[in-house]
């Protein structure tokens, strides 16, 4: 079944200590992209990436890292993490980022809260 | 700059009445716009997109909706509200920003509640 995947899907934790969420997708997709959100803010883009080793900032990255060492993976870093970063994450991907009107696909996403 | 406004943050419909839920978008360029459902606990499911082609829609489950150029509109339509509908609605709008590929924004999403 083509899917994104997340892990975990919840995650409490405390101010200052490094998480990471794992994102992969099994359509041999070029592009994904990281998202939160937030009650009355709707979805915003943390970051994407257009291929492997390709990263690049989205509406909001401050406080956050990523990687994208193989095609299927997007991990998403948090190394310090803050109250204000409780929120739901989702990571999503499509097939290239390039194709006009190009479908995204999300992974049901990561509720993290952070104390 | 690029925005999708989502008018009523709530909406609340009778079973069997027409919901009607409403964005409208800013963008300098051709927009391509996406209406996505997400129902309670899960991600974002695609509903419907425009991509240029025909002006009225069709999507999954009965939705449909309208794009309107002189208004700036893409607003989702189903004439028949049915309890499974009952989900949080986001409409997006898609530019091509050169090389740095495809960028999305999201408008602040609609919840949609259908009473029996």
């Known amino acids: 079944e083509a899917q994104v995947t997340q892990n975990p899907r919840y995650l409490i934790t405390v101010t200052g200590k490094k998480l990471t969420v794992t994102c992969s997708q099994n359509m041999n997709h070029e592009y994904m992209s990281w998202y939160r959100q937030d009650p009355g803010l709707g979805l915003r883009q943390i970051y994407y990436?257009?291929?492997?080793?390709?990263?690049d900032k989205g509406d909001v990255p401050e406080g956050y890292k990523v990687s994208r060492k193989e095609k299927r993976n997007f991990p998403l870093i948090l190394e310090s993490p803050s109250p204000n970063q409780t929120s739901l994450y989702f990571c999503?991907?499509?097939?290239?980022?390039?194709?006009?009107?190009?479908?995204?696909?999300f992974g049901p996403g990561t509720r993290l809260l952070v104390l | 700059a690029q925005s999708v406004t989502q008018l009523g943050s709530h909406v609340s419909v009778s079973e069997g009445a027409l919901v009607l839920l409403r964005c409208n978008y800013s963008s300098s360029v051709p927009p391509y716009l996406f209406w996505y459902v997400q129902y309670p606990n899960q991600g974002l499911q695609l509903l419907l997109k425009y991509t240029s082609a025909a002006t009225l829609v069709k999507g999954i489950n009965g939705f449909e909706a309208e794009f309107k150029k002189s208004e700036t509109s893409f607003h989702l339509t189903k004439p028949s509200a049915h309890m499974s509908d009952a989900a949080e609605y986001f409409c997006?709008?898609?530019?091509?920003?050169?090389?740095?590929?495809?960028?999305?924004?999201f408008g602040t999403g609609t919840s949609l509640t259908v009473i029996p």
């Open positions: 990436s257009m291929n492997v080793e390709v990263t």
């Open positions: 997006a709008v898609s530019v091509r920003k050169g090389l740095a590929g495809n960028q999305f924004y």
């Open positions: 999503a991907s499509s097939l290239s980022g390039r194709l006009i009107g190009e479908t995204q696909y």
